[in-house]
């Protein structure tokens, strides 16, 4: 009995450490990089109602985050930190869940080792520290298996309640979190849980019909939006997933030489725990990595043959199960070999956390892979600050690129400033661009949800009555400040910018201009 107490006491202590120095990671400098796009979004939807609908369709993103966000900061206001504090703290929670789980399943020392290396992970403290739905998708995620694990241990109604409810709120959060369903239940036709299938059917059919009679709207908006406009990520190839595991490991700021090192023993270690279960038969223990391998294996046939939605971030929900993959074989090795490779993953993950807190990622510029859709933190405060020292009471703020709008009017929410966004249509890319078919779907969808007043005001000036539009702006309030860059903010624009640069130069007469952090401010006035 005293060995027992001891053992627990062991356990409970180290995994308190684990928990504070997780949080610790995710809370420090919270608010030392302005918001970026996403993020910008993420406050948009929360505090905008008309622009409800029409962003949840274009982002292809349940609600349920974006409600809970409102709630969040209704309560303890809009500052930065707040908006990020959400996910930090489910980051947080997430290291305990990670634990239960580990624990529940197996031990409470592969419980404490998966919640160890999920403590660490750079990609989770990167997601942790950003106002976007992913760390809050993983709390969800990691309770449905949570409740799943107790299904398997106790066959009781209630777990199935709690479970079928889980499941309803994992729909209204992530897309994805069907593959979760898709996994469970492949697994259970494979081992001995057969038994069990015609409940998680019955739970399942419950959760579709709720979902669609309540939500079913944003779902289909979605994919018709996808089927017209197709996505902006890339075809998906094999290096793509080699990179998915790279960011499982090391998230976006560490060097091929790290990601080389890791890979040798995580990756490794992954694999090798299919090929024990396998070879001694041992079904049930491949839940795990099957939660991992088929929304990847999935979502990248998916994007061979339709719109991809291979994008590294959105697989972050299903790492923790490769975690506690490794923390089984981990767990299974002798103290030294295990302390070993913790101790060298703790210095790896120490080396590429010193990138993240200076903001450096080895690979932004050389190798987009592995950081698709994720660039360095850039300032935007500085030309908010510019242009809150020079406007005029009835100026308006014209963006010609997409990057600057929701992350400007976050920081300008108390001039009261209106917003526009500025296009060419044409020089949105070819006729097969994503960027031009989304603008123009995005512009009917607005209209369908009697949403056309509300900002930003999108005028596109290759269409005549648009173009007026446009020069009646400045003839009503006397002045523009166009706000013109490109994606990754370095110093250059891109064509839209230019074109609508040129339409203002030939329309309206300049009087102040200068880059500021990448960006380029001009003011405008009647001629």
Known sequence: MENIIKGRKFYTFFLLVILILGGVLRFIKLDANDLWFDEGISTLVAFDRPAFFPNLITNFSPFFYYLVLDIWTKNFGDTVI??????????????????KVGSINFDKKVGLISSFILALSPFHIWYSQEATRYSFSISIILLTIYFFSLILKENKNVFWVFFTFIIFISWITDYLSFFVILSLALFLLLTKYKF???KMFVSFLIVVILYFIFFGKYLIGAIFFLRKTGTWADVPTFYSVIATFDNFNLGYNASYLYYIII????????????????????????????????PIEAIFILSKISASLYVNRVFIIFSPFYYLTIAIVLGSLRASYRGTILVSYAILVTLTLYNYYINYMPLEYIDYVHHVGVLVKKPIKPIVKYIEEHYNKDDIIAHSCDKSIATSRYYLRNTFVKHYNFNFVPYLGDSNSYWKKAKVEYGIIRKLAKDTDSEPIHINLAEKE??????????LNGRIWLISSCWGLEGVLDNNSIAVREWMNRNFKRVDERWIYGILISLYERK
Not at 84 to 89: C, D, V
Not at 280 to 291: I, T, V, Y
Request: proline share 2%.
């Open 263 to 294: 890979a040798l023993l995580f990756v490794a270690l992954f694999f090798l725990h299919i090929f024990k279960s396998i070879k001694r038969n041992k079904r049930e223990e491949l839940l795990w990595p099957l939660l991992v391998l088929i």
């Open 82 to 99: 707040v908006f990020r504090s959400l996910s930090a703290i489910c980051g947080t929670l997430n290291i305990f869940l990670m634990y």
């Open 466 to 475: 648009e173009e007026e539009k446009a020069k009646n702006l400045i003839a």
């Open 196 to 198: 069990l299938l015609r």
